[in-house]
Structure formats: structure tokens, C-alpha cells
């Protein structure tokens, strides 16, 4: 099978992930953003069953996704633990509706299968604004019965985890290739959450590639699969754009 484009860290394959996937190995995470089948564009159509082709290459997968389309597709996750969700505040509303109140915001929820302590996971933590107050150290004794993730140690460096409500602006520019777009910001948070330094991450619904930007921005490598070649050929001129992206959206 031949790749559409290849280099030292993206691969990216033209063609359904359904056909791919079987001849693909192993990966430290999915992180995807699978069509909702909430639009009128003509690829815009849920493809049923996905999650269940992605079962024998990874353990761990962040998945984008509004709240209509995992409650209409609740089964498709079935195999799946959840662990956390993550809201994507994107500043901009997207539906048409005049009735209800307007949505700028996108789920982005991660899922796993086996043992917790087997699935990698770093998360990312912010410096705090003024003087930390290093050194100190805090506990919370007693049975893990008294609390679903039991007792911890933690010494305060003035670093806190990252908050899971992620401001990032939509791409108001009309540049983007596509026009669901993710922004390589949240992508690059996800991927160190859920990749070590120099691991492989798979993105079945390549869209834009904005996987493969926030991957190789964070040190990591990722395959790519995406059926629709003029996506393809734009995914291939942006990486050819270089590594630092500073907007938060290329």
C-alpha cells in the first residue's frame, strides 16, 4: 500500500479508513474528528461502525464530536471506557437554529479500553501568574474508597493542571481547507496528553491535517487517512508550510 505522502514524521494515506485500517499496525493514540452528519455537505455523513475498526490499533482515542452525535451513536463506542470529556470553546456559533441557544462549543471526549494504569496519559499543566509557592506539599490520606481516584501526594511548583474548558478561536480567515477545521493548539494539548515524546498517533479523518501539524509541532509522528484527495493535496501543501505554527490554527 502506498502512501499519498510520507516523510520522517506524517504518512498519509488516500483512501477509506474502513479499507486502510486492516493493514495498519499498532499506535499510542486515535485522536479524530470523524464527520457528525450534521450538515448538508455531501461528506458530511456519520461513518456508523468506526470505532470498532480502530479497536485493534490503539487502546487510547480522543474523539470531537457534539453531543447529538455521541447520544445517536452511543453504541458505536460500545467496547469503550470514557475517562474525561473536554470542551472546545471556539468563540463562534455554527447552527443555524434561531430557537435554542447558540452553540460555540465542540465535545472532545476521550476513550480507552483495558487498565487505566496501562494507558499513557500526561496531562498538561500551566504556569500560575505571580510567585509560586514552590515546595509545598499536600496529601489526601485515608482508603481510595473515599474517593473514585483515591489518595494522592502532590508537591505545589506553581504549575496547574490544564483546565478542561479550552478557549480557541474558529478560523474566521476563510483559509482553512476545511471547513470543520480543529485548531492545532487543542490537537497539540490532546497528543501530549495522550502520546509520549517520539510515539505515533493515527488519524483516521484527516480533514485538514491539523493531527499531523499539532503532532509534529509536539515531537510526535502520525498516519493519516483521509478519502477525499483534494484534502489530501491540501493537507500535503500545508505540512509543506514548515513546523512552527503560531496562530493556533494552521
Same mark, same amino acid.
Given at each position: ?14 483512501? #477509506? ?14 485522536? @479524530? ?40 451513536? &452511543? ?23 434561531? #430557537?435554542? &441557544? ?10 480507552? !479500553? ?10 498538561? !499543566? ?18 481510595? @474508597? ?6 494522592? @501526594? ?18 474566521? @480567515? ?28 493515527? #488519524? ?23 478519502? !477525499? ?17 503560531? #496562530?493556533?490554527?494552521?
Amino acid at each position: 500500500m502506498k502512501p499519498y505522502f510520507s516523510d520522517q514524521d506524517v504518512t498519509l494515506y488516500l483512501g #477509506d479508513a474502513a479499507e486502510i485500517l486492516p493493514m495498519l499496525g499498532t499506535f499510542d493514540a486515535v485522536v @479524530t474528528d470523524p464527520p457528525y452528519g450534521e450538515t448538508a455537505l455531501n461528506w458530511d455523513v456519520y461513518p456508523i461502525g468506526w470505532p470498532e475498526l480502530v479497536t485493534g490499533h490503539t487502546s487510547s482515542m480522543w474523539c470531537f464530536g457534539s453531543m447529538r452525535m455521541f447520544l445517536d451513536h &452511543f453504541d458505536d463506542f460500545a467496547g469503550w471506557r470514557m475517562s474525561q470529556d473536554v470542551v472546545w470553546n471556539k468563540g463562534l456559533g455554527t447552527s443555524p437554529a434561531t #430557537d435554542r &441557544f447558540r452553540r460555540v462549543h465542540e465535545h472532545v471526549l476521550h476513550f480507552y !479500553r483495558g487498565h487505566w494504569r496501562d494507558i499513557h496519559h500526561d496531562t498538561p !499543566r500551566i504556569q500560575l501568574m505571580g510567585r509560586a509557592r514552590g515546595g509545598r506539599t499536600s496529601s489526601r490520606p485515608g482508603p481510595s @474508597t473515599h474517593s473514585v481516584y483515591g489518595p494522592s @501526594t502532590w508537591q505545589d511548583t506553581g504549575r496547574r493542571l490544564v483546565e478542561s474548558v479550552l478557549y480557541a478561536p474558529k478560523d474566521r @480567515t476563510g483559509t482553512s481547507s476545511n471547513p470543520t477545521q480543529k485548531p492545532v493548539g487543542v490537537l497539540e494539548l490532546l497528543i501530549a496528553y495522550s502520546v509520549p515524546p517520539g510515539g505515533i498517533v493515527l #488519524d483516521p479523518f484527516a480533514g485538514s491535517g491539523s493531527t499531523a501539524v499539532a503532532a509534529r509541532n509536539s515531537g510526535r509522528r502520525a498516519v493519516l487517512i483521509e478519502k !477525499r484527495e483534494q484534502q489530501c493535496d491540501a493537507i500535503v501543501q500545508r505540512l509543506a508550510q514548515g513546523i512552527l505554527h503560531l #496562530d493556533g490554527q494552521r
